[in-house]
């Protein structure tokens, strides 16, 4: 126990966005939206942006990131509100009510003022944060919604004397509310509403940022095809291999724990750049460790670790549970090792590897696939996609597995 005790504090944050301290890499996603979004709304222009990213990428830490420059550097207020219960557009206007009584995180002066401008939705604060009255957020949630534009421009109002030049406001989660048909036109309406200028009511500085993935801007799209003209979409790519190297380094520093080149190497090949995935992949070796030295045995058996942890946090267990077959868990395992970056293979490229049994069995297999969602067809006749690459990755990683046992 005492053993336990005396490691401290994990650097490791695989539930939550990376705190700013720790934050490594996207330089050159985050000069995009310094200068082209957060620069432009300190000097009074609104813009809007679309994060895109796969799931695991990363997306919410940069958001969060470049709030906090924006708020530190640049005076925006920075507004995170996660839409990940939202269903209806009251459901909105709640979230970014309620993110609003809890802004100022970076600037808890901003943060206080804006409380005691609405002082009716907060109730007592201690070390616990803020108390936020529920019935009074949702009785107002309809007219925050109907009035979006004139509650940030009020808010805004409120900290300006306090060196807030602008909003950013983050909707983040958005996968369940995009299938809502009122959410696109409501998005659109805002920006169209406030590039309205007029001498009685100024634009708005509002960065307005969204934070899905690619099919999420797709399906908004679909709902109201306007939309799509007013994001300027930045995409979060995986990490390159310098920067999981120097987030890993970073992280076992702070803790005073070194990491042999052999380890780091195993590390950085199975994250594969993935954030998520280096936080679960990192935080097993912390706890793994006996020695302060993070050596290959302690990676190796780190990963194996993670690829549990993204099977049970991240994919659905319905897909190996429904895989009852041999022959389809062997496909699926075949499939697994032409390595996580071949998101796309087509029948020809699978039939070459499969016994006679598992070649009759193959249609049936992907269309069961495709039935989980699973996998998509492609472009071309015959080719096949995962539609999620952490699926990919945790199938990948599971075949890696096994194939461990083995040897």
């Given at each position: 126990m005492n053993e336990i005790e005396s490691k401290g504090r994990s650097p490791f944050f695989p539930d939550q966005p990376v705190p700013v301290e720790l934050f490594m890499g996207r330089a050159e996603q985050l000069r995009h939206l310094m200068t082209r979004a957060v620069g432009q709304v300190a000097e009074g222009k609104p813009v809007s942006v679309f994060l895109e990213g796969e799931y695991g990428i990363?997306?919410?830490?940069?958001?969060r990131f470049a709030q906090w420059l924006a708020e530190r550097n640049h005076g925006l207020l920075g507004i995170y509100a996660t839409l990940e219960r939202a269903e209806s557009m009251d459901d909105v206007g709640a979230a970014v009510l309620e993110a609003t009584l809890r802004s100022g995180a970076y600037n808890p002066k901003l943060g206080e003022k804006i409380r005691e401008g609405f002082a009716k939705f907060?109730?007592?604060?201690?070390?616990?944060?803020?108390?936020?009255?529920?019935?009074a957020l949702r009785k107002e949630a309809p007219n925050i919604t109907r009035g979006l534009l004139p509650f940030l421009t009020q808010t805004l109002e409120r900290v300006r004397a306090d060196g807030a030049r602008g909003i950013f406001l983050v909707l983040d989660e958005i996968n369940g509310i995009v299938s809502n048909p009122k959410f696109a036109p409501f998005l659109k309406g805002i920006v169209d509403s406030n590039a309205a200028i007029s001498l009685e009511r100024p634009t708005l500085p509002l960065l307005l940022m969204l934070c899905g993935v690619a099919e999420r801007?797709?399906?908004?799209?679909?709902?109201?095809?306007?939309?799509g003209r007013i994001f300027d979409v930045?995409?979060?790519?995986?990490?390159?291999?310098?920067e999981m190297s120097g987030f890993f380094r970073k992280a076992f520093d702070s803790a005073h724990m070194a990491v042999e080149p052999g380890a780091m190497d195993i590390m950085t090949h199975y994250a594969a750049g993935f954030p998520k995935v280096m936080h679960l992949i990192g935080n097993a070796a912390y706890w793994l460790d006996r020695d302060g030295r993070i050596d290959k045995d302690d990676a190796m058996?780190?990963?194996?670790?993670?690829?549990?942890?993204?099977?049970?946090?991240y994919v659905d267990q319905q897909v190996y549970a429904a895989l009852r077959s041999a022959d389809y868990r062997s496909i699926?395992?075949?499939?697994?090792?032409?390595?996580?970056?071949?998101?796309?293979?087509?029948?020809?490229?699978?039939?070459?590897?499969?016994?006679?049994?598992?070649k009759g069995k193959l249609n049936n297999f992907l269309q069961k696939m495709k039935r989980l969602g699973v996998l998509r067809s492609g472009e071309v006749q015959g080719?096949?996609?995962?539609?999620?690459?952490?699926?990919r990755l945790y199938i990948w990683l599971q075949s890696l597995q096994k194939e461990k046992l083995k040897n």
């Open positions: 990363g997306k919410t830490s940069v958001a907060v109730g007592e604060q201690s070390l616990f944060g803020v108390t936020i009255h529920a019935e801007r797709r399906q908004l799209i679909a709902q109201h095809e306007p939309v930045v995409s979060i790519e995986r990490m390159t291999e310098e058996n780190a990963v194996v670790l993670a690829a549990e942890e993204v099977g049970k946090r699926l395992a075949k499939i697994a090792r032409m390595g996580p970056d071949t998101m796309s293979f087509t029948k020809g490229d699978v039939v070459k590897g499969l016994t006679e049994k598992e080719e096949y996609v995962f539609t999620v690459r952490m699926v």
